[in-house]
């Protein structure tokens, strides 16, 4: 059984911080890239982040302007997100996935957490 168990979601005043966590089973962790992605109400679902699953390299959307970590810990098949100085804007379902290679690419994804939901607002 796949699964991918989103956790730190929450409600967060403007400039603060949270740190998203995705506990990964079922697969084999270490063969897969990792993705961050969000969905917003009204909007479809986009790219934040990935992480491969080999030479470390990170990838992250532009419109985050460098307030986003990616990090992985293939020991204990966790992907985290430490999210810094949100926006209002970056209120949505974060949802983590798994891929072969790094795809900003829904369609691309092999498997899908449930995703966990991040309101920034005062």
């Known amino acids: 059984e796949v699964q991918l168990q989103a956790s730190g979601g929450g409600r967060v005043q403007p400039g603060g911080s949270l740190r998203l966590s995705c506990a990964a089973s079922?697969?084999?962790?270490?063969?897969?890239?990792m993705s961050w992605f969000r969905q917003a109400p009204g909007k479809g679902r986009e790219a934040v982040s990935c992480?491969?699953?080999?030479?470390?390299?990170?990838t992250y959307a532009d419109s985050l302007q460098g307030r986003f970590t990616i990090s992985r810990d293939n020991a204990k098949n966790t992907v985290d997100l430490q999210m810094r100085s949100l926006k209002s804007e970056d209120t949505a379902v974060y949802y983590c996935?798994?891929?072969?290679?790094?795809?900003?690419?829904?369609?691309?994804?092999?498997?899908w957490g449930q995703g966990t939901q991040v309101t920034v607002s005062s």
């Open positions: 992480i491969q699953m080999s030479d470390g390299s990170t």
């Open positions: 996935a798994a891929a072969y290679q790094c795809s900003d690419h829904t369609d691309y994804q092999s498997y």
């Open positions: 079922g697969f084999t962790f270490e063969d897969y890239a």
